[in-house]
Structures are given as C-alpha cells and as structure tokens.
C-alpha cells in the first residue's frame, strides 16, 4: 500500500476544507496607523510619555526607599519627572485625554503605590522633608567645633535667607494682587520650600501647611484658580509659616 501524503493541516472529523475565500485579507507588509494625523499622534506620544513617567518614577522610589541611590541623585532625577509630568499635562488636550491619576492607573492596570503618592505632593522627598538631615547636622557641628576656639558661631548662608524672605513677600504680593491660578502660585511654593530647607533642617511651627497648601495647589489644573475662602486662609497660614520660619533664626 501507498502510504498516505501528510495533510498541510490537521484533520477534522466534520471534513472541514480550508478556503481561500475565508483566508484573511491584511497585508502583513502594510503600516498599521495608530493615528490618523500629528495631532492624534503627538497626542499617544504624551501619554505613552506619562505612563513611562509613572513607572519610572515609582522605580526611583523604591530605589531611594532602598538607598539604592545618592540623595542628590535621586532629588535631580525626581524633581526632573515631576516636571516633565506637569508639562505634559499643561496641554489642555492631554490633559483630557488623560483624565485624572486613578482613572489613568485603572484604565492602564497600574499599581504604583509610590509614584501616586510622590505625584500627589508634587515634590522629592529630599525637599519635602529637609533634605540630608544627619549630613547637615554633621555638618554645622564640624563648624561650630573649628569655631569654638575663636567664639564664632556656625555661619548661616545669608543670601538663601534673604531669597526665603522674598519668596514669601512675592506670595503675599502675588495673593493680594489677586494672581490665584496654580501656575502662579504652585512655582513659588515650591521654591519657598526649597530655600526653607536650605536654611534649616528643623521641623518649624507651621512648615506643615505649607506642604499641605502645595499638594492642594498639585491636585488643580494650572489655569485654575483658588477660591477667595481659600486665598485668605492660604494667607493666614503663610504669615504663620513665615512667623514659624523667621523664629528658627533667632
């Protein structure tokens, strides 16, 4: 007997016979286009962008978590995907597309604990909390030891001083001049906390609503715009600050 020729496909008991006419009709050599025009294409590309942000940043702060990476590191690096987050996010445009934080992580099967928590306070967690405590500490006793024999106190950076105090004078002015939106106010926050850490490492009466007022003014749209209520009590809680702040120099 002859043997039997090996079938190009596996048999069937209901004696099915492929055909060509229900073969599939794509061109496997054709581009597939994932937007039909820049727009929608630059579009993909900022949220592709944020999405890389996120896991990045939740990366980095376990890494940091870890202390798998210099301080000074991780602070250049954070302060980076912080910022390129909110300038994708500036786009009116992606800006609706991406909704907001949760619904994008839900959307995409996110779980980044971390990165949600960082991009809620808007800051490293070097400048959040003081940056190098122990290291600062250290490094004012070294200078109060070679100082002792000549009576001289530790020095303190004057002119971080005066940008701290200017700072808080641009806010004041910046509220009563009734300049309220998030891209006025958060910018100038951020830079008081920046400074404050600079000149101290010592956790002052009120620093806390400072934190506070920054991760509410993290949560608004950059054109928004703070209520008057708000307005008022984000300047109660500055001059308390600022009162906190200016009896650390004491």
Sequence with gaps: MYA??????APSPYSYTPSSSLTATINLDQEVKLADNAAERDLHESLAEIYSIIITLDALEKAYLRDSIRESEYTETCDRLLRQYRRNLADDTVAAAFGDLESFKLEWDLEVPKATERLRIGLPAT?????????HRSTLSTASASNQSTNIAPPVNATHIVSASENF???????????????????????IIQVVNKVTDRDFENKGKIVQWLITLNQMRAAEELTPEMARELQFDLNAAYDGFKGTLE
């Design 127 to 135: 400048v959040e909390t003081a940056p190098s405590n122990s290291h």
């Design 4 to 9: 039997q020729s090996q079938l190009a496909y």
């Design 169 to 191: 004078i641009t806010l004041f002015d910046a509220i009563r001049m009734n300049m309220l939106s998030k891209d006025t106010l958060h910018p100038i926050l951020v830079e």
